[in-house]
């Protein structure tokens, strides 16, 4: 032991110029490091989150595109006759306003027919659908409420004025049953055949008479 020993090396006071003390860097670096670690660990955890989510709406916004495509096909289908019709009007038109005119009328066709279809639950323009106890068309359908106009439509859009419902009755049949004192004498006009027509012409002149 050393005392009162100035000589003694051990003893010296310490010079704070020289003097070091050991530290250990990786402790020093622990913790920003851990700050970073964990940083990068919720940016990871992020990143996975929103690709889930990218994806997540890839794979609905895809179905959901095959789902419009499907309607679209399906309007197709049932809208070709028509827009056949339209082309083939405004191909034999002469000019340009003409034809524009032609195409404007022809997109008020479909959306008529597509709405008349809609709002009476057809699928289709010869499509069958069961209301009471009868089986009807969407012809039947309009020829019953007298709309000659609708009637028209669904004619040039390729629907079958010779379809008979469960009952047995064409179109020209149920409109012939519903009419008044001429309620439904244009849509017997559309729908006129020699079997249906006929019989109305006939009541026509008598009446006249």
Known sequence: MCMFNFGCSDCKPTDPATSTVKVDLKDLASGPEAERLEQDQMQSQ?????????????????RQAERQAAARQAAKRLERPLRLSCIAEAAAAEDEQERRQLEQECLEREHAVATFLKLHGFTGVNSCKRIDSCSTFPLHKAAEAGDDKMVSLLCRAGAKPTQKNSCGKTPAQVAQTGNKSGSHFKVLTVLATPDDAAPYAGQQSAGGA
């Open 46 to 62: 992020q990143q996975a989150a929103a690709q889930q989510t990218n994806e997540k709406e890839a794979s609905e916004a895809l």
